[in-house]
């Protein structure tokens, strides 16, 4: 660059971040500054001359630029933003020029141009200042068809003050398991092939910076906000800097075409430690991607039939389960699956989306006028994407499916190729017709098979079936499951409003899965039940005061069959519902701040009210602790000037072991925030396997 080469320069900034976007001339510009916000007067050509790195031996006689879309072309030493081929197969290698700029309103659009190649790039970033959120998208469009192998949102830096990454697997039953990467040199790949979001492949990924815990310290998140599947590059470059991109799984893009489009990228910045990070993502999700129908209206405590009698469906049982659950508190209930066509089993029917008369001689309007009566509302499942080769659907249209006839198969069953118009038109009218006929105002939708090879036209036929029903049923709620945990990201619950977060009832994993996931999502849109006495899926024996108050941390439900309960058991259930639902106003709009636990076995989280005048501690043993005594439990997140009365809600649930007099277990307490944060609750001990309530009012 000559000394007078224009910067241009751009930055979107809240109370707490700035973001500083800088380009030499026409080139594409770098995320040049990320972090706390800076003064309003800050030169920001300065601030991107400042920043120019130095060179060195052995290295080209300038460093190439990590730009939003880094260019191959420009020499750059790491994983491109994009790659293309034209419609010979040849590869096509942009060079991009500024062509224009719209800067308003916290929302960020560049486009830049490669004229000789006919592609228009462009990136727009929006932040809303609510929630310090940035969402990140790029399109690219050609005046020509081409084939499109990964294409970028912005690319973000990563920072270099920070030891490891965070991203996330996980399992059926066993969703958000956490992975530490180190940083080194290249790249960490997650390339997920499923075409779905996936249990294995949670597209986050938190950076914290060094010395930074759930409670202090700075840190990035980032969220890929799409369902087919995504990959993510992150790199650290031979000259240690670092990137971090995100788009597409691989083989996604099937076609040429001449418009490409990514999902929204969420990034966020917290000095407020992985927390920051966690209620940045809590709180955008619920203020401005979920869109609930009535969004007033308290989320209602569910009761889903599935672990209670499967596939066995009976008018009679499942009135008599009605009954009890209305009378423990549910309000709304969940008609799982075996109610269509031959579906006895997980083997057949799915796609004969028709009542069985065997088990529903009068239809389902009788079940539903008992729900009715019992003061519940009506839910259904539905697993519209798939069918089973054992299904009068598949035996007139084996041409529907995706993929290949021999493919194996995934619960016995196959994908529906959703994109073909016809299968469109078929799964809109046939849920049309249900929905129409019948006063549901709750689906649950399933998923519960990979596809055999991602495609990104899939995940956009489901968005467009949601996307239809929910303009022709506008009351109508969605929930996402995919063997539980296997759908949950921003862009289906831009369109559900629920997820399943899991198939396990078993409230120690739960209380693991639902703490980690709180990472990216709120209270409000994450189901949790109270399970069977002897979990269906992990075959172990829990209490009902564990079960309860593990549900009662998100949108609460029972899924066990109310027959099986003792009048103890009944009543605990009874009573933490109770609480929830006179709690539960305000537990809605509550962030979820994960306490730094300094026993292991102590997983432990904070529901602080928005108004931030009253919180409650969920504080569960996991397991026995290695030392004698509990450790203090360091709160977080309230004002350490402020006074809080503290309350052990379940203190008579302390066993005959804990001797001594500590004194939440007899009295309320009176402490200060800067106590609380600093020294910590001292709590009774207990049983592993249990867990402490304990309220917090402002004073
Ligand atoms: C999936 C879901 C379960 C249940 C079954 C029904 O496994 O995750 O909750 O709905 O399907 O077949």
Redesign the pocket.
Known sequence: MTPDTKIRCWRLQDQTQSLVLAADGDQLPEIVYWGPRLPDASDLSMLALAARPDVTGGILDAVPPLSICPEARRSFPGHPGLSLRDDTGAVLLPRFSFHDAKDADNELTLIYRDADLGLDYQAIFTLTPSSGMIVARATLESTRPIGVQWLAPPVFPAPQNSQEMIDFHGRWIGEFQVSRTPWAPGARLRDNPTGRTGHEHFPGLIVPCNGATNTQGQAYGFHYGWSGGHRMVAEELPDGRRQIQWGHASGSYREAATRFETAPLYAVFSDAGINGCATAFQRHLRDSVLKLPTPDRSRPVHYNC?EAVYFDHDHDTLCDIASRAAELGAERFVL??GWFGQRNT?TTSLGDWTINHEKYPGGLMPLINHVHACGMTFGI?VEPEMVNPDSDLYRTHPDWILGDADQLLGRQQLALNVALPEVQAYLYDHLAALLSAHPIEYV?W?H?RVLPEPDHRQAMAVYALIDRLRANFPTVEFES?A??GGRIDFGILSRTHRV?LS?SNDPLERLRIQHEAALFLPMVVTGSHVGPRICHTSGRATDIRLRAWVAAQRHMGFEMDPRELTKDEAQVLREVTTWWKANRSWLQQADILRLDSDDPAMIAELQRAAEADRFVVFAGLSESSTQILPRPLRLCGLDPDAKYEIRLLNRDDAPALSRGTPLLKTDAATLSGQYLMHQGITLPWTFPQSIWVIEGTRL
Do not use: F, I, L
Request: aromatic residues 24%; proline residues 0%.
């Open positions: 599935w799982d699956d997980d499942w649950k399933d519960n499951c063997s539980g399943w198939d």
